[in-house]
């Protein structure tokens, strides 16, 4: 056997007894290094603002946009625009349109009409009707309140035809009275004057 290759033997025994050990300490070393490396302060990062994205446009906004272009017409233009709401074909949008325009019409029963229409919409189980309901029952309950006010001046002004009948029908009898006492005045005789006295000095 060639005297190299005896004298590397011995070498690669040693070299080969080392290496987990050196694997160990080196091992070892980085990972003292790892904790002894002053950490670096957590930096906050802000995120970035959201964007808002556009919310689909729905029906009740141009709704209540139509109502205060109602209040602002004439009871001519009310009936103008009733009259083309009865042509339209009847859909939950039209239904409520004309209970609202109903609303401000001055016409016997109008109010009632109005709330009749937008209960329609509010008690509806049709799937269109639905983004409705809200605003039809909120325009419902106005009507409702308005129709006990109506009918609550309505007993009032009654009340007050009533008293103002009965204290004309008094003031009247009074009125009588004093010319029947007027008239008994006149035809009582008149009293002769007394006679003066003389005066005794």
């Not at 689909?56 to 009259?83: C, F, T, V």
């Not at 007050?160 to 004093?178: A, C, Y």
């Amino acid at each position: 056997m060639p005297a190299s290759t005896m004298s590397a033997s011995p070498l690669r025994r040693r070299t080969v007894r080392w290496q987990p050990l050196l694997c160990l300490l080196l091992c070892a070393g980085l990972a003292a290094c790892n904790t002894t490396r002053p950490r670096l302060p957590a930096m906050s990062v802000t995120p970035a603002p959201a964007v808002e994205t556009p919310q689909p446009l729905d029906d009740i906004g141009p709704l209540l946009n139509y109502h205060q272009a109602l209040r602002r017409m004439s009871q001519g233009e009310l009936i103008k625009e009733l009259s083309g709401l009865m042509q339209q074909k009847r859909t939950p949008r039209v239904t409520l349109q004309t209970g609202m325009v109903l609303m401000l019409t001055r016409g016997n029963g109008d109010l009632a009409r109005a709330q009749g229409l937008l209960d329609s919409v509010a008690n509806s189980t049709e799937t269109n009707s639905a983004p409705y309901k809200p605003l039809a029952q909120m325009l419902s309950s106005y009507c409702g309140e308005a129709r006990r006010l109506a009918e609550h001046v309505d007993k009032l002004n009654a009340q007050l035809g009533t008293q103002q009948k009965e204290s004309q029908r008094r003031i009247d009898q009074l009125n009588e009275m004093v010319e029947e006492l007027k008239n008994i005045e006149r035809t009582l005789p008149v009293r002769p004057a007394a006679p003066a006295t003389g005066v005794k000095k």
